[in-house]
């Protein structure tokens, strides 16, 4: 049996990776998991290391297993069937288009917005 040496470095640059990944501020994080934004500094630079409560929701948050934020595996979503590691992979694919989708109807809308305000002002 092979012991693996647990490495908080790895844990905090997945958890910088993971954060960046979702355009998440270092302020968003603290809030979203009722941690100080020092704290997720120091988690982000490997100087602590989250609770199991907390490694808990940061899966939770970035959608994938607490295995992958500790390095225990490569695998952002763990040791899972390849079939359905594809199905979670288009799904992420989709959400990541949903967003760019929702960012432009948001600049649209806000030029229509505009258009109508200056043709109101005529």
């Known amino acids: 049996m092979i012991i693996m ?3 908080p470095k790895l844990l905090g640059e997945r958890i910088n990776e993971q954060r960046r990944k979702m355009d998440i501020s270092q302020e968003e994080l603290a809030e ?4 100080s934004v020092p704290m997720i500094s120091y988690y ?4 602590r290391v989250p609770p199991p409560d907390i490694l808990f929701k940061l899966s939770e948050i970035f959608k994938v297993s607490a295995d992958y934020l500790l390095g225990l595996t490569d695998s952002v979503h763990g040791d899972i069937p390849a079939e359905l590691k594809e199905k979670l992979s288009r799904l992420e694919d989709i959400e990541e288009q949903n967003q760019e989708l929702k960012s432009i109807l948001a600049l649209i809308s806000d030029s229509l917005k505009r258009m109508d305000v200056s043709t109101e002002k005529r």
Do not use: A, V
């Open 5 to 7: 040496k647990f490495n």
């Open 32 to 35: 979203l998991i009722g941690k």
């Open 44 to 47: 982000g630079s490997g100087k």
